[in-house]
């Protein structure tokens, strides 16, 4: 079967645009963020709908504006700028999640069954995280003559979702971020 051929307007395409100077900048919306060393930006680019489990986030938060939300093309994308030293808690995805440096080294890490493993990328590298794993990622140095370290982050899915591991949890726990449930009897 052949693929259906479609002629937007122009006005119609320049909505599938979004121009990086024009990205809104989003600091709020994932509860790690107010976790100094988790401070970071999103620039998101394309978007897709909340995910709707217990516990779970948007891997760009719930309040970053997406500049294409009209265009449901099965993954997201989004800049994630953050200063050396800041990041993410470690966290997984129901999807793949893949990154590529833009400016500066980032350290992307994941656990292992004891421990943990990590790689630094520089510009231009990337990686691709399978489903399931826990990891995070950690902007090491911004790049010449530059505050902030660029990432660019592509989930697949049309509401992918991400939770913070049990190590995470209590961080935000212990920040007073989150409430600690209960012990059971």
Not at 53 to 69: R, V
Not at 102 to 124: C, N, Q, S, Y
Not at 178 to 183: M, R, V
Request: charge should be negative; charged fraction near 20%.
């Amino acid at each position: 079967m052949a693929i259906k051929v479609i002629q937007p307007s122009r006005d119609e395409m320049t909505k599938s645009i979004a121009r990086f100077s024009d990205l809104t900048r989003c600091n709020t919306g994932l509860p790690d963020m107010a976790l100094p060393d988790c401070q970071r930006t999103f620039r998101n680019v394309l978007g897709f709908s909340q995910p709707r489990g217990e516990g779970q986030f948007s891997p760009f938060g719930d309040l970053a504006p997406a500049a294409i939300s009209h265009v449901r093309a099965g993954f997201g994308m989004a800049f994630v700028a953050a200063k050396p030293g800041c990041g993410v808690l470690m966290h997984n995805h129901d999807t793949v999640e893949t990154f590529m440096v833009m400016h500066g080294k980032w350290k992307i890490e994941w656990e292992l069954d004891r421990g943990a493993e990590a790689v630094t990328l520089g510009p231009l590298d990337f990686i691709a995280c399978p489903i399931g794993v826990q990891r995070r990622f950690e902007c090491v140095e911004a790049g010449p003559d530059r505050d902030e370290g660029l990432l660019l982050g592509i989930i697949g899915g049309d509401a992918p979702a991400a939770e913070i591991s049990p190590a995470g949890i209590q961080r935000l726990v212990d920040a007073g971020i989150f409430k600690a449930e209960p012990a059971a009897t």
